[in-house]
T-cell receptor, first 109, second 113 residues
């Protein structure tokens, strides 16, 4: 079982819609979770961090954490073509970030 | 403020050679971590350094080594390069060794031929 799992996609949504990205993790001890955006050929860019159960909003982005279910999600409202990228979920485990393989998001104009 | 800087950006090496990659963290950040990312995968943890000491090591062979300098910059060395070492090598900078946010540099694209 992978430690952080994501659906590889691609997830295709029309412009202006809500994109919902999901992630599950295996280590119950993990306390810190992060979402990174990675454009093709570029390095990951941190877009959200979340440490406690519930929702955290930043602009068009909302991260949701449910530690009991070991589940993290990212909602992107009013999706734009510029949001088309791979989204990496990461959990802090044993002194390092453990990443999922990423979900590719395509926003159709 | 300058972000995380890595050098070089691209590198081509021959099997069996050795390579050194460099990283300068964000000013004020004391922790540097190294990750390897192959196409289609998420980054894989290689090392973490904090205050010049190794604080964590991932599941990589001894051909991989690293160090951190007094100014918190870091080098990653890979000896006896294999074709499978071809990847994007990422340096991440964070304030501390604890579970704080990590910011990546632009990466070094290593191709082994």
């Amino acid at each position: 079982q992978k430690e952080v799992e994501q659906n590889s996609g691609p997830l295709s949504v029309p412009e202006g819609a809500i994109a919902s990205l999901n992630c599950t993790y295996s280590d119950r001890v993990s306390q810190s979770f992060f979402w990174y955006r990675q454009y093709s050929g570029k390095s990951p860019e941190l877009i959200m961090s979340i440490y406690s159960n519930g929702d955290k909003e930043d602009g068009r982005f909302t991260a949701q954490l449910n530690k009991a279910s070991q589940y993290v999600s990212l909602l992107i409202r009013d999706s734009q073509p510029s949001d088309s990228a791979t989204y990496l979920c990461a959990a802090h485990m044993w002194r390092a970030l453990t990443f999922g393989s990423g979900t590719r998001l395509q926003v159709q104009p | 403020d300058a972000g995380v800087t890595q050098s070089p950006t691209h590198l081509i090496k021959t099997r069996g050679q050795q390579v050194t990659l460099r990283c300068s963290p964000i000013s004020g950040h004391k922790s540097v971590s190294w990750y390897q990312q192959v196409l289609g995968q998420g980054p894989q943890f290689i090392f973490q350094y904090y205050e010049k000491e190794e604080r964590g090591r991932g599941n990589f062979p001894d051909r991989f080594s690293a160090r951190q300098f007094p100014n918190y910059s870091s080098e990653l060395n890979v000896n006896a390069l294999l074709l499978g070492d071809s990847a994007l090598y990422l340096c991440a900078s964070s304030l501390e060794a604890k579970e704080t946010e990590a910011f990546f540099g632009q990466g070094t694209r290593l191709t082994v031929v």
